[in-house]
C-alpha cells in the first residue's frame, strides 16, 4: 500500500471511529498507524479537538422568542380548536339535513305535483322546480361553508406573518 | 430485558402516546411543555443550519406553529425530537429556497454577520483557558463555513447525541449517505482546523 493510501485509509478510520465502533482488526491497525506516524496523529488530534468544541459549543433560546412562541402557539391553538368545533357543527347539520332532506322527498314531489296539477303547469316546467327546491338548501350550505372557510384562512393569526414579538 | 430498561421503554412509549392524544387535541398546556422541553435543542439545530439569528429565530416561532397545526400526523413510533427536527428542516429548505441561499462552501466572510455563540471556556480564569477560547473561537469560525449539510449531521451527532438512523430520519437520506457526510465532514474541519494552526 502506498503511503498516501495508508494515510487515506487511516483519516477514513478515524472520522468513522468518531460515530461508530471500529472492528478489532482497524482499531489495532489505526493505533499502530497513529504511532508511527506523527502526521496522522495530529489529524487524530485536530478531530478529537473539533469533537470536543461541537459538544461544547453553545446556543439558547431567548427567553423573549420563547414566550412570544407560547403566546402565538396558544393563541393559534385556540383558533384552529374553535374553527373546528365549528366545522365539526356544521358537517353535522349538513348530514341531518341531508338525511331529512332524503326522507322528505316523496312528500315534496307529491305536494309540487298537486300544486302543479292545480295550476295546469307542464311536467318538465314542475320538475325542475323540484330537482330546484331539492338541492337549493345543499347549495346554500355548500355555499356557505366554502365562503366561511376563505373568511378564517384570511384572519387566522399567527399564520400570515408569523413573527409574534 | 432487566427491569430498568423496561421500565425507561415504558415511560418513553407512555410519553409518546401522551403527546400523541395531546398534539391531536391541541393540547396548549402539553405545547408549552413541548416547547420547553426542546426549545434549546431546536434553537440550537437552527443556528447551526441557517448560521443567521433572526432567521433561526423565525423558524423557532414556524416550527411550533407548524407542530401544533400537523400535531394530528404525528405517531408515536417516531421520537418527537427526530419529528421535530423533521419539521424544522423542512421548513429550513423552504425558507432557503426562498430565499435562494446556496448551500455550498463559502468562504465571504461577509456573509459572517453573527456566527452562532461560539463555544464557551469552563474556566476561563488561566492562560490556558485563554488558548482555549481562541481554540473554540477558530473552531466555531470554521464551522460557519462549512456547508449546511456537513453542520447538520455535526450537531445532530454531537450536540444532540442522535443516532445514526435518527439523523437518517430527520435528514430524509440514507444511512450510507449520513455516514459519508459525517466522515467527510470531520475530515474537513480537521484539515481546516490544521490549516489555520499552520
Redesign the interface.
Known amino acids: 500500500m502506498t503511503n498516501e493510501k495508508t494515510h487515506r485509509r487511516a483519516?477514513?478510520l478515524?472520522?468513522?471511529r468518531?460515530?461508530?465502533e471500529l472492528n478489532r482488526e482497524d482499531t489495532a491497525w489505526l493505533e499502530q498507524h497513529l504511532e508511527a506516524c506523527p502526521e496522522c496523529a495530529?489529524?487524530a488530534e485536530?478531530?478529537a479537538?473539533?469533537?470536543t468544541?461541537?459538544?461544547?459549543?453553545?446556543?439558547?433560546?431567548?427567553p423573549a422568542?420563547?414566550a412570544?412562541?407560547?403566546r402565538?402557539?396558544?393563541i393559534?391553538?385556540?383558533f384552529?380548536?374553535q374553527t373546528e368545533s365549528r366545522e365539526r357543527m356544521l358537517m353535522l347539520s349538513c348530514a341531518l339535513a341531508a338525511i331529512w332532506g332524503a326522507l322528505l322527498q316523496p312528500y315534496l314531489w307529491r305536494v309540487i305535483r298537486w300544486v302543479a296539477e292545480g295550476l295546469h303547469m307542464p311536467d318538465p316546467v314542475w320538475q325542475a322546480t323540484f330537482v330546484v327546491a331539492y338541492l337549493l338548501p345543499g347549495i346554500a350550505a355548500a355555499a356557505a361553508f366554502l365562503g366561511r372557510r376563505r373568511t378564517e384562512d384570511v384572519a387566522s393569526p399567527?399564520?400570515s406573518g408569523?413573527?409574534?414579538r | 430485558m432487566n427491569a430498568a430498561a423496561y421500565c425507561t421503554e415504558f415511560r418513553v412509549e407512555k410519553d409518546s402516546s401522551e403527546i400523541v392524544r395531546g398534539l391531536r387535541r391541541r393540547d396548549p398546556e402539553l405545547l408549552d411543555r413541548l416547547i420547553e422541553q426542546y426549545q434549546h435543542r431546536l434553537f440550537r439545530y437552527l443556528m447551526f443550519l441557517m448560521r443567521d439569528r433572526s432567521l433561526a429565530e423565525d423558524l423557532f416561532q414556524e416550527t411550533w406553529l407548524r407542530v401544533m397545526e400537523r400535531g394530528g400526523q404525528y405517531n408515536s413510533q417516531w421520537k418527537f425530537d427526530v419529528w421535530l427536527l423533521a419539521i424544522a428542516r423542512n421548513l429550513a429548505i423552504d425558507q432557503m429556497r426562498r430565499r435562494n441561499r446556496v448551500v455550498s462552501i463559502d468562504l465571504d466572510p461577509e456573509r459572517d454577520e453573527q456566527p452562532f455563540d461560539a463555544a464557551h471556556p469552563r474556566q476561563p480564569s488561566t492562560v490556558d483557558a485563554l488558548i482555549e477560547a481562541e481554540r473554540q473561537e477558530q473552531i466555531a469560525s470554521v464551522l460557519d463555513r462549512l456547508p449546511a449539510y456537513y453542520r447538520e449531521v455535526l450537531t445532530l451527532r454531537f450536540h444532540e447525541g442522535m443516532t445514526l438512523e435518527e439523523i437518517a430520519q430527520v435528514t430524509g437520506a440514507p444511512l450510507s449517505t449520513v455516514k459519508s457526510r459525517l466522515r467527510r465532514a470531520l475530515q474537513v474541519l480537521a484539515q481546516k482546523l490544521e490549516s489555520m494552526q499552520s
Open positions: 483519516r477514513h478515524l472520522g468513522e468518531s460515530f461508530t495530529g489529524f485536530s478531530v479537538q473539533a469533537i468544541a461541537l459538544r461544547m459549543s453553545t446556543a439558547v433560546a431567548p422568542l420563547v412570544a412562541t407560547r402565538s402557539v396558544r393559534h391553538a385556540r384552529l380548536q399567527g399564520v408569523r413573527r409574534t
